[in-house]
């Protein structure tokens, strides 16, 4: 069966730090892979997906980047974190183009001070 | 764009009644609608799926109804349990890859 792994589950930053969420799927073949940000209370905003290694399609020009190494490795990152980097950042794994159903990772809560 | 509406607002109910979600779009009607709960904390788990051909779908004690007329989608949880109570989402797909999902709507079931 599929699993998806996404650490760390909890992170203090400072303003300014750099900094690096990592999501891996396991039980599958080139996934699509997506990185959302949830804030206290609100829905989900997509930030990235990818439909393969090295394929990375942004959704919100913001301070964050992502990369895709493997098949089944999605990276967040950042430079220099910002106070409205603060949230809940999931990651989410769906097969085939035709996007059905998405399976979600246990979530990163992320707060900068 | 497409842009999906759910109640801001919690549901209370008591347990053993049904719960009545709602979700609205505003634009295309999408191929298929789907519904996900999602716990405090954690992320939204997958539940139902319907599509544009479909009038209603069921499992278990949940049931969705997709009017694309009305350009909505219904979600019901029958004999509700306190175990119910979290935030439903609804998802729409906007491309071949991607989905928009809506800010959800927190079902509360009193004991």
């Known amino acids: 069966s599929q699993t998806i792994h996404q650490w760390p589950a909890t992170l203090v930053q400072p303003v300014g730090s750099p900094l690096s969420l990592e999501c891996t799927v396991e039980?599958?073949?080139?996934?699509?892979l997506y990185w959302y940000r949830q804030a206290a209370g609100r829905g989900l905003q997509l930030l990235f997906y990818?439909?393969?290694?090295?394929?990375i399609s942004s959704e919100v020009p913001q301070n964050l980047s992502a990369s895709r190494p493997q098949d089944r490795q999605f990276i967040l990152s950042s430079k220099k974190l910002l106070l409205s980097d603060s949230g809940f950042y999931l990651c989410?794994?769906?097969?085939?183009?035709?996007?059905?159903?998405?399976?979600f990772g246990p979530g990163t809560r992320l707060l900068v001070l | 764009s497409q842009k999906i509406e759910q109640n801001s607002e919690a549901l209370n109910i008591q347990e053993g009644k049904t719960a009545t979600l709602t979700c609205n779009y505003t634009n295309y009607s999408p191929a298929y609608l789907q519904w996900y709960r999602q716990d405090p904390g954690r992320g939204p788990v997958f539940l139902l799926l319907i599509r544009e051909n479909e009038k209603e779908k069921r499992k278990e004690r949940l049931k969705v109804t997709f009017d694309t007329t009305l350009k909505q989608s219904l979600f019901h949880i029958t004999a509700s349990q306190p175990a119910d109570s979290a935030t439903y989402l609804c998802a729409l797909d906007d491309s071949s890859y991607k989905l928009i999902f809506g800010s959800g709507t927190r079902l509360l079931v009193r004991p």
């Open positions: 990818s439909v393969g290694i090295g394929q």
């Open positions: 989410a794994w769906s097969g085939g183009r035709w996007v059905e159903t998405q399976y």
């Open positions: 039980g599958t073949s080139n996934p699509n």
